[in-house]
């Protein structure tokens, strides 16, 4: 049974945000919020197709990389889409997946701290 790729995607990320919480005790509480801020800033960046995008930041994301979803709608769109963005912990750079519909994922931006 073949499965849809976009999917694969999805389960793939949440297996990866599933294992973060292991290399959270390394650093300090400062230093995972200024990595946070990084990763959002740069992901934020690398989607300007996006009409104000919203980012949920993976707290620790994997050893190699910061995890993140942006999620917007495209300039010019009547429907959100979400992308996939890795960020390189060593090299401090982001790469962007593709445009994935609603229909396929779905994210939900906890409310910001007051």
């Not at 949440?14 to 005790?25: D, H, L, R």
């Not at 740069?42 to 949920?56: E, H, Q």
């Not at 930041?57 to 910061?66: H, K, L, N, R, T």
């Not at 994935?100 to 939900?108: E, I």
């Amino acid at each position: 049974m073949n499965m849809p790729h976009r999917p694969i995607l999805t389960l793939a990320f949440v297996a990866a945000t599933g294992f973060a919480a292991t290399g959270a005790q390394a650093s300090s509480g400062d230093a995972w919020e200024e990595f946070r801020a990084d990763v959002s800033e740069k992901c934020i960046a690398a989607a300007p197709s996006l009409d104000k995008p919203v980012v949920v930041v993976d707290p620790f994301g994997s050893e190699s990389f910061g995890l993140a979803l942006v999620s917007g709608k495209p300039k010019g769109a009547e429907n959100a889409v979400t992308q996939i963005c890795v960020y390189d912990k060593q090299k401090k750079t982001v790469e962007i997946g593709g445009e994935l519909a609603g229909d396929t994922v779905t994210v939900v931006a906890p409310p910001a701290d007051k």
